[in-house]
């Protein structure tokens, strides 16, 4: 009977050691959060990109339907602020694939962080490497995010010649 007891005791020991502890669990999520806030800003930033999109597509458009009554140097206006819109939806669209790519990578980190620790793997290099390309990949995204605003300025300039105002 004690040998049973004893082999009972064995088998739930080992049993218990395959599981990880609810602190274990506790410290992942904690370690987690980091990289949840990222993508909560990250969330953020891409509303702002879309939106910028939108209203470039919309503003497209509108030249577009604009351009056949147009003659001169209207037309020759018009056909320079569309080449800007045109790289503008370039530049919002690189940004947004840099912004999800990073949201992807921070995503992945946060699913490895649980693996590795259900899944008792040592894989701290590959978390880091994969928070810093997500890193790297949000800072560029927002390289493209300050680019697309500066050449946002430039449609305000074309706007401001036509009427007539000094440029200071």
């Known amino acids: 009977m004690i040998g049973c007891i004893r082999h009972v005791s064995t088998h739930h020991a080992r049993l218990m050691e395959t599981f990880p502890a609810v602190t274990t669990i506790a410290q992942t999520i904690q370690l987690s959060l ?3 806030f990222m993508l909560a800003g990250i969330g953020a930033i891409l509303n702002v990109l879309v939106g910028r999109l939108a209203r470039v597509v919309d503003r497209s458009r509108a030249l ?3 351009q056949p009554a147009l003659e001169g140097d209207d037309r020759a206006h018009h056909a ?3 080449r800007l819109l045109h790289w503008r939806m370039k ?3 690189t940004a947004l694939f ?3 790519s990073s949201a992807i990578g921070t995503c992945s980190v946060v699913a490895l962080l649980f693996v590795g620790e259900l899944a008792h793997l040592h894989i701290g290099t590959v978390v ?3 928070f810093i390309m997500a890193m790297l990949l949000l800072v560029s995204g927002l390289v493209m995010f300050l680019i697309e ?6 449609a305000t300039y074309f706007r401001n010649a036509l009427l007539g105002r ?3």
């Open 64 to 66: 577009e339907t604009l």
């Open 91 to 93: 530049v919002i669209n």
């Open 128 to 130: 880091g490497v994969m």
């Open 80 to 82: 320079g602020e569309a």
């Open 149 to 154: 605003v500066r050449l946002s300025l430039r």
């Open 166 to 168: 000094r440029l200071s």
């Open 98 to 100: 840099l912004c999800v």
């Open 34 to 36: 980091s990289p949840v």
